[in-house]
């Protein structure tokens, strides 16, 4: 979410020639029952582009900048047509890290989550060696963080999926999976380490796989199940308030078998007309079988 306007004209600047736009040509975005809710196709070629796997988006909604399980970062704007997702275009795709660190036999590029801090910031969770990184700014060479013990024991595909930074500038992160209670622990990184100040109570057999914190300051969690021949989606919010230590959100969204791909990563802004509204991609995991969407939800209050 967020993000002043001085970010959003910088990264404009620098976009390349369009490598992705629906629209054109007759390609106009999906509009899906129920009404609010659409979504625009992504397509790009070389080995660089797919497993889009988190998004952020600016304050109005048009910006966004996602991260690829192979380390990619890159930035889009979107375009809308009587409120509905209607095109997207895309920039340059660039290397989050040229010098990443090793680890034998540990995937070290599964970028996962990301989120934007209000000075411009960009924060990236990695699964595989579980990590989180911080960039000056969406070009800038990773600022080591520190790891907290915990991450090290995460089985190395069921961890750090969902990041997101708090309207105190503070990084908030989860696992995919829950722990043997049935809850997701959160980590959040304040005065230098990582703390556990609480845990979201899991909903059925839902993971978790995207988070961002509102305008409205409450925390929205963008969930996914695996149905054999499909993936299901739903959105979550919650009110991080209150001593409780384990907290319980609210169901605002779930979709239908296979109305979407694999959606796992999200950003939240509010429109003009005081609605909440959640942007996702899919990781298509470098699959024909798969595809690569934006999708836009309007939620409720």
Do not use: C
Not at 96 to 117: C, Q
Not at 250 to 271: A, C, K
């Amino acid at each position: 979410m967020r993000r002043g306007s001085g970010l959003a004209l910088s990264a404009l600047a620098g976009l390349a020639a369009v490598v992705a736009v629906a629209g054109a040509a007759g390609l106009s975005a999906r509009t899906i029952a129920p009404p609010g809710v659409s979504a625009v196709a992504w397509s790009g070629t070389g080995s660089s582009f797919g497993g889009w796997s988190g998004i952020d988006v600016s304050a109005d909604g048009r910006h966004f900048w996602a991260v690829s399980d192979r380390a990619r970062v890159t930035h889009g704007i979107l375009f809308r047509q009587d409120g509905a997702l209607h095109a997207l275009r895309v920039g340059r795709i660039r290397t989050l890290d040229h010098k990443p660190d090793r680890r034998p036999g540990v995937s070290i590029n599964d970028a996962e989550g990301v989120s934007l801090g209000a000075d411009g910031s960009l924060h990236v969770s990695y699964e595989g060696y579980q990590r989180v990184r911080r960039h000056e700014n969406w070009r800038a060479a990773p600022e080591r963080l520190p790891e907290a013990p915990a991450f090290r024991s995460m089985h190395r595909n069921k961890g750090l999926e969902a990041l997101a930074v708090d309207p105190q500038g503070r990084i908030l992160t989860l696992p995919e999976y829950p722990n043997r209670n049935g809850v997701f622990p959160v980590w959040r990184f304040e005065h230098g380490e990582w703390r556990r100040p609480f845990a979201l109570q899991q909903d059925g057999s839902w993971k978790a796989v995207g988070a961002d914190f509102g305008p409205d300051g409450r925390f929205y969690l963008l969930e996914r199940q695996f149905v054999g021949v499909g993936f299901r989606s739903q959105i979550r919010r919650f009110d991080l308030d209150g001593a409780e230590p384990v907290k319980r959100g609210r169901v605002l969204y779930r979709s239908p078998l296979g109305r979407h791909g694999n959606l796992e990563g999200m950003g939240i802004w509010q429109d003009g007309d005081g609605h909440m509204r959640a942007v996702m991609v899919s990781d298509d995991n470098f699959s024909a079988m798969q595809r690569t969407e934006v999708v836009e939800v309007i939620l409720p209050h």
